[in-house]
C-alpha cells in the first residue's frame, strides 16, 4: 500500500520530462477525465483515490460492488475503470466488463483496467478473453499506474470520432468514421482497421469484413486479423478454410480461446459431436471462468448423449452465473434435468429447492420451477400433480413477457417428456415464427426436437412456419413494391399482432411507412408507430444490419421533414 502512494514525485518526473521533450507547456491528461474505482476493500479505494488526485485527477467515483458500479456506469460517462478482479461474494471485474460491454455502457474511448494480486494462469487468460486495457498485478508504484494509464488513455482518446454513433448503437456511422481515420493513414490506423472489422462481423456485412482483413494480412500477419478472417469466412460458409485458419491459431498460440469456441461451432454443424466437445472441454480447463463457454459444452453433451459431461458443465454454469449478469433460473432447470436424465432425483430435488429460494417472489424463476417441478413430479409416478403443474406454468406463460428463449425452450421440452405434444408445439411454434430467421435458434430448436425423440415432425413444424413468414413477408413486400404501402402496412401489422416479438415484421413495417411518408407527405400515427418499432427492435436486435441501414434512413426522413423529436 504505501508503494502505491508514492506518487507526488512520480507526476511531478513525468510532467518535466514531457515538458524537456515537447519544449511547450504540459497538459495534464488528468484534469478532465472521470474515473472509476472499483474495489470492495475501501483502503485500497482510498489509496487509489489519493494516487489519482496526485496525478492531478479531479472527478473520482469509487463503488464497492459490481451492483454498484453498474449504477454509476450508467449514470456518468466515465473516461477510466480501474476494476480490482476479485470483488466478493463470487463476483470479479471480468463480469463487470461483460455486463458494461452488453449494456454498451463503456463509450469506446473509455479505458478499462483489471488490477488484481491473481497470477494464476487460468484467470489472466480469461481476462485477456474479455479485453481489459490492461492487467495490472500487484504490487505496483504510483510510476507504473502512471505510465500504463497514460499509455491506455493515449490510445483510447483516439477513438473519441465513434464514441457517439457506438452507444447510440448507430455501427454503420461508425464504420465511415473509421474508414476516415484510416484513409488520414493516422498513427492508429491499424486499431481503427481492427474495430471497423469487428463492427462490420457485428452487423453481418462479412465480405466487407473479409476484405478489410485481407488487406490488414498483406500489410502484417497479426493474430487479431487472422481470427476476423476466419470469422469471416465461417459466416460466409466457407467452413473449410475457415478450420483451417482457426486451428492455425490455435497451433501458434494456444491460449487464444475464441478460436476454440468457433472451431467448436463448426465442428457441431457439421455433426461431428466428438470433436465439438474435447475442443470446449480442452477450452474450459484452459479458461474456466467463462461461463457461455461451461453452457455451451453442456448443450453439445447433451446432444453427443454424455449424460455426465452434461451435468457437471450444467452445474458448473449455474455455480459461476450464481453471482454475475448470467443469472438466470433456467441454469437451474437445465441442472436438474440432466439430473434426473442420470437418475439422481435426490440431487434434482435440491436444485429445485434452491430455484425456489433464490427466485422468491419473482415470477420467472417461480414458473420457471413449477416446470421443474413438474418433471420431478412425472419421474416419481405422480403424474396427476405433473400435469396439473405443467398445464398451470403454460396458462401463465402469455403474462410473463420477460422469458427467455432458453426458458421458453425448456418450458417445451418439458411437455414432450409428459406426453403433452400440441402444449409443446405450441411453444415452439411461438418461437419459431418470432424468430424464423434467427438461425442459430433454429438449429438449437432442431436439436431439442432430435433429443425428445421429435426429430422429422419438428423439423417440419419448423419449415412451415418459416416458410409461412416468409410467403407473408413476400407478399407485403410485394405490395409496397408496387405503390401500395397502406396495403403493406395493414399486412405487417396484422402479422405483428399475432408475432409482436418478430423483429424482421417490425423493420418490414417500418420500411414500408418510410417509403409511405416519401411518397404521399408525413403521416404522424404512421410515424409514430415506426418510432416506436425502431426503438423496440434497437433494444432487441442492436446489431441487425437492416435496423442498421434503416436508422440511417430514418435520420434523413426525420431531418428532411425536421421533426427532430423523432430522432432516435
Not at 145 to 164: C, G, K, P, Q, T
Not at 287 to 310: C, F, M, W, Y
Not at 336 to 351: N, S, V, W
Request: neutral net charge.
Amino acid at each position: 500500500m504505501s508503494e502505491l502512494t508514492r506518487n507526488s514525485s512520480t507526476f511531478n518526473a513525468i510532467s518535466s520530462a514531457q515538458k524537456s521533450k515537447n519544449h511547450k507547456e504540459y497538459v495534464n491528461p488528468y484534469a478532465k477525465k472521470q474515473f472509476l474505482i472499483v474495489d470492495n476493500v475501501p483502503e485500497m479505494q482510498r489509496a487509489i483515490a489519493m494516487t489519482l488526485t496526485s496525478f492531478g485527477a479531479e472527478k473520482v467515483e469509487s463503488a464497492s460492488k459490481a451492483s454498484d458500479a453498474l449504477v454509476k456506469l450508467m449514470r456518468y460517462d466515465f473516461d477510466v475503470v480501474l476494476c480490482d478482479f476479485d470483488l466478493g461474494g463470487g463476483s470479479d471485474g471480468l463480469y463487470l466488463l461483460e455486463e458494461a460491454k452488453e449494456r454498451n455502457l463503456l463509450k469506446q474511448s473509455c479505458v478499462f483496467m483489471i488490477i488484481s494480486g491473481e497470477r494464476r494462469a487460468a484467470k489472466v487468460i480469461s481476462a485477456a478473453e474479455l479485453v481489459p486495457d490492461d492487467y495490472l498485478l500487484k504490487p505496483f508504484t504510483g510510476e507504473v499506474l502512471s505510465e500504463r494509464l497514460e499509455r491506455a488513455m493515449r490510445r483510447r482518446d483516439a477513438f473519441r470520432v465513434v464514441d457517439e454513433a457506438l452507444l447510440n448503437h448507430e455501427y454503420i456511422a461508425a464504420i465511415e468514421a473509421c474508414s476516415k481515420k484510416i484513409g488520414e493513414r493516422s498513427e492508429f490506423a491499424l486499431d481503427f482497421m481492427k474495430l471497423k472489422g469487428s463492427l462490420s462481423l457485428k452487423i453481418g456485412d462479412y465480405d466487407s469484413a473479409r476484405s478489410l482483413y485481407e488487406q490488414v494480412l498483406k500489410i502484417r500477419d497479426l493474430p487479431w486479423a487472422k481470427m476476423g478472417m476466419a470469422k469471416s469466412l465461417a459466416s460466409l460458409k466457407q467452413t473449410e478454410p475457415a478450420l483451417a485458419i482457426f486451428q492455425q491459431v490455435i497451433v501458434e498460440n494456444d491460449r487464444v480461446m475464441e478460436a476454440y469456441d468457433w472451431l467448436a461451432k463448426l465442428y457441431q454443424d457439421n455433426h461431428d459431436l466428438n470433436m465439438a466437445q474435447s475442443t470446449l472441454k480442452r477450452a474450459t480447463e484452459l479458461s474456466p471462468a467463462t461461463i457461455r463457454r461451461h453452457k455451451a459444452l453442456a448443450e453439445v453433451a447433451q446432444e453427443n448423449g454424455d449424460q455426465a459431461q452434461a451435468q457437471a458443465a450444467y452445474a458448473t454454469t449455474l455455480e459461476l452465473s450464481k453471482a454475475s449478469w448470467h443469472r438466470s433460473p433456467v441454469h437451474y432447470a437445465a441442472l436438474a434435468r440432466t439430473q434426473l436424465a442420470g437418475g439422481d432425483k435426490g440431487e434434482a430435488m435440491k436444485t429445485l429447492a434452491s430455484l425456489r429460494r433464490d427466485y422468491k417472489y419473482k415470477p420467472e424463476g417461480e414458473w420457471m420451477a413449477d416446470v421443474v417441478d413438474s418433471q420431478i413430479q412425472k419421474q416419481s409416478g405422480n403424474g396427476p400433480q405433473a400435469e396439473k403443474l405443467l398445464r398451470a406454468a403454460a396458462e401463465r406463460l402469455p403474462q410473463l413477457e420477460k422469458l427467455s428463449a432458453d426458458e421458453k425452450m425448456e418450458f417445451a421440452r418439458a411437455c414432450y417428456s409428459q406426453g403433452q405434444q400440441q402444449m409443446g408445439n405450441d411453444v415452439a411454434r411461438d418461437l419459431v415464427r418470432n424468430n424464423h430467421d434467427n438461425e442459430a435458434l433454429l438449429q438449437r430448436l432442431s436439436s431439442l426436437f432430435d433429443q425428445v425423440g421429435m426429430g422429422d415432425a419438428g423439423r417440419d413444424l419448423i419449415a412451415s412456419n418459416v416458410q409461412g413468414l416468409v410467403d407473408l413477408n413476400n407478399n407485403a413486400v410485394r405490395e409496397a413494391q408496387s405503390g401500395a404501402h397502406d396495403k403493406a402496412i395493414a399486412m405487417f401489422n396484422k402479422a405483428l399482432e399475432e408475432m409482436p416479438e418478430n423483429v424482421q415484421l417490425m423493420l418490414n413495417l417500418v420500411n414500408a411507412i418510410i417509403a409511405e411518408v416519401h411518397m404521399k407527405g408525413w403521416h404522424e400515427s404512421h410515424i409514430r408507430q415506426a418510432y416506436d418499432y425502431l426503438q423496440k427492435a434497437r433494444q432487441m436486435s442492436p446489431t441487425n444490419n437492416k435496423l442498421q441501414k434503416l436508422m440511417q434512413a430514418w435520420r434523413m426522413l426525420i431531418e428532411k421533414h425536421d421533426k427532430r423529436e423523432f430522432l432516435l
